[in-house]
């Protein structure tokens, strides 16, 4: 099987690349550059040359290809436009296929979920900086019409490897002494590691109902100023943690800022009833402690 996947350069869509791969799937991933498509050729991927604003080139991928997962994102301050332009490229493309697509959101359209654990049939209420993404989401479940097994997951918190919002930590810790809080660090996230995530995406490729919406979290959220302390411990500045006002916050990282104090809580149980999705990599706070980066 064939499988087309945007970011596949990246943290999120690199890792679901090397898991289709060592499944035995054929994986053409995105890559912006010659440099990029010779990265992903080194490791066994086939490269398609383009980005996400060229439609052209991602609707011939998409037919091309047994099954799309999108799992990039434009770093534009256009990123919302791109996406839905992408996403209407590659859809009409698979029209009438039965092929699967599998579209990656997030749990930040949900905002804060007030104490509770909040599931896939909550409303939502985006944070500014994703208040298009449930636009998309909408758009990509009812194109199940047009006969494409199309699903969408909402990640919470993505670390491993180094990665995701905890490297910002680990880089704040290591070059100024202190990891660099917005707000007061009381609030929680979600987390889930990357090799359980790509692990889900591969399922959902694989065996995800047509129109699924799913949450993917693993374990008890975690209160960031936890996170910020261990990552800090980890980079060799002994716990040390700074809290950034969000108004100082807003005026150097816009709504980013907002989106990194929503307090969420997220219950992951349909992903692991419907899919038998297992995630058994360690948490958060203890692989900062046991492998530090």
């Known amino acids: 099987m064939r499988v087309f996947v945007t970011g596949a350069t990246g943290y999120l869509g690199g890792a679901i690349s090397r898991c289709l791969r060592s499944r035995g799937y054929e994986v053409v991933g995105l890559a912006r550059t010659g440099e990029s498509a ?9 490269a398609q040359i383009g980005t996400l604003e060229q439609p052209e080139i991602l609707a011939r991928a998409s037919r091309d290809a047994d099954g799309v997962i999108h799992a990039a994102l434009s770093q534009s301050a256009r990123a919302g436009e791109i996406d839905a332009q992408a996403v209407a490229a590659m859809l009409e493309a698979l029209s009438a296929s039965g092929k699967p697509f599998v ?4 749990i930040w359209v949900m905002g804060n979920t007030n104490g509770r654990a ?36 909402r990640p919470a918190m993505v670390h491993g490897r ?23 660090g009381e609030n929680r996230w979600p987390f889930v590691h990357l090799n359980d995530l790509a692990e889900l995406y591969v399922l959902m490729l694989e065996h995800a109902p047509a129109a699924t919406l799913l949450l993917a979290s693993a374990g008890e959220a975690v209160r ?8 800090s411990r980890a980079a060799g500045a002994q716990g040390r943690v700074r809290f950034v006002p969000l108004e ?18 997220v219950d992951s149980s349909k992903a692991r009833r419907l ?6 990599a360690p948490g958060v706070l203890e692989e900062l402690e046991t492998n530090p980066c």
């Open 162 to 184: 180094c990665g995701g919002f905890v490297a910002g930590y680990l880089k704040s810790a290591r070059e100024e002494g202190s990891a660099l809080v917005v707000g007061d």
């Open 118 to 153: 909040a599931t896939e049939s909550d409303p939502l209420n985006p944070t500014p900086v994703v208040a298009w993404r449930p636009a998309v989401e909408h758009e990509v479940l009812a194109a199940t019409t047009r006969h494409i097994r199309t699903s969408v997951i």
């Open 248 to 265: 100082d916050a807003r005026r150097s990282m816009g709504e980013l800022a907002d989106a990194l104090t929503l307090d969420q809580l």
């Open 224 to 231: 960031v100023k936890d996170v910020a302390a261990a990552a």
């Open 103 to 106: 579209y990656t959101s997030g």
């Open 275 to 280: 899919l038998g999705w297992n995630p058994t």
């Open 38 to 46: 010779r990265r992903l050729e080194s490791i066994g991927l086939a």
